[in-house]
């Protein structure tokens, strides 16, 4: 490998080493995991730094609104069979918590690597992936993030020109058309649940017609291209329309559609559908997601949404009425600050839940839930709402930075 032939520079080298001493300090301190500080630091002392520690890898990008770092894990997972892979598990997903991920790989044979979507042209020109997964785009952070067609513009230029091989969402118009300016794109037929997004035409601005499973603009031509894989119920279906079963921990729709896409990047380096997707088997929990905890006697389950997108699959995942379910929003930076969002999302889906909120914005969602017409109960922490919910397991839905608060309360 390049990696081992020819090593890292000197200056490299220290930055690495200066890396890790950053990030072995913030830990120590309770900072965190230190792995943004470490690749900051690191970076200050070589830019260059990222394309260097990437030029033996063979490396896949996934970068969506929703599910990049599940899928990132489920990719990891799948091509673990094929050699040893380097990851951003923990979803320190711009250049400096990449950079610190990369570094800690030096005999790895593969990089996979989740982006934050303003930052994937970048990266991708730094380190000249293999693979490109592209899953969705949706409103998410307004403050912060470009509108979204704004968005599939950056990546569209971005993608123009790369020898990628792109791994594409066939059911997202935006992702359709921000992968359309690649020479070297596999379509899948993962699903949109979410919509609102995409009603008027990318490519035109004209409306978009929607028979179906299908999508087209009837006044440019713009239109769903043929998938090759796609998923069907419990399957995958690959471009030879063999159907494998997909078994995992996870749960819901939307994990299934990960799996789908993952299933066909594991295969454009090798990895058949049935070793990827068994493989895929192994995943429980991502960074927390989905985990089932014990606190105050109780067993609560922590669910991650941070957009209106996400909240419409998590709300697909909960048990039934009258499963009690705690929401806790915050909004702070990396939540995006502005709390918009919260009526794009549609909470009727919760009636007949018993409905505790919390979280720095707990108001804010307190008047969306009462124009929604469902009960519910303002509580000051975790520990109330828990106290104050009737029998039963808990589902926990919550944001960014309100579902870290929660894993450190309840010990996850």
């Not at 990628?164 to 969402?169: D, G, H, R, T």
């Not at 949109?192 to 031509?221: L, Y």
């Not at 078994?247 to 990960?258: D, V």
């Amino acid at each position: 490998m390049a990696g081992n032939t020819d090593p890292l520079s000197p200056r490299a080298k220290l930055a690495v080493t200066a890396g890790r001493a950053a990030a072995a300090a913030s830990r120590a301190v309770g900072r965190g995991s230190g792995s943004v500080i470490g690749g900051k630091v690191a970076l200050r002392l070589d830019p260059d730094l990222l394309a260097r520690l990437a030029q033996h890898l063979d490396v896949v990008l996934v970068s969506a609104t929703n599910g990049k770092t599940t899928t990132t894990r489920l990719i990891a997972e799948a091509l673990r069979a094929s050699g040893p892979v380097v990851s951003n598990a923990l979803g320190a997903n711009m250049p400096a918590g990449i950079t610190s991920a990369l570094a800690g790989g030096s005999d790895a044979k593969y990089g996979v690597i989740e982006v934050d979507e303003k930052y994937l042209a970048g990266v991708a020109r730094d380190v000249t992936p293999k693979a490109i997964a592209l899953l969705n785009l949706s409103r998410d952070q307004l403050d912060r993030a470009a509108e979204t067609r704004m968005l599939a513009e950056k990546w569209r230029e971005g993608l123009a020109g790369s020898k990628a091989l792109v791994v594409a969402n066939a059911d997202d118009p935006l992702i359709v058309w921000a992968a359309s300016s690649s020479a070297n794109v596999v379509w899948v037929a993962a699903g949109q649940e979410w919509k609102d997004d995409a009603w008027s035409c990318p490519s035109c601005g004209g409306v978009m017609q929607r028979p179906g499973d299908d999508w087209f603009c009837a006044e440019c031509g713009f239109r769903r291209p043929t998938p090759s894989w796609a998923l069907s119920g419990d399957h995958v279906l690959d471009p030879h329309g063999s159907a494998w079963p997909i078994k995992l921990q996870l749960p819901g729709r939307a994990n299934k559609a990960n799996a789908t896409t993952s299933a066909a990047v594991a295969a454009a380096f090798g990895v058949p559908p049935q070793i990827a997707l068994e493989r895929m088997y192994s995943v429980q929990a991502v960074a927390g997601r989905y985990d089932v905890v014990s606190f105050m006697q109780r067993e609560l389950r922590l669910l991650l949404a941070k957009n209106p997108a996400g909240w419409l699959e998590t709300f697909s995942l909960i048990d039934p009425p009258p499963t009690p379910v705690i929401l806790s929003v915050n909004a702070r930076g990396a939540d995006g600050t502005d709390t918009s969002w919260l009526w794009d999302v549609d909470y009727t889906r919760l009636a007949g839940h018993p409905i505790f909120v919390i979280g720095d914005r707990k108001l804010d969602l307190a008047v969306r839930l009462e124009v929604a017409g469902l009960d519910f109960q303002v509580c000051e922490n975790v520990d109330e709402a828990v106290r104050k919910a009737p029998p039963g397991r808990i589902e926990v839905i919550a944001n960014y930075t309100a579902f870290q608060d929660l894993r450190r309360r309840v010990g996850n």
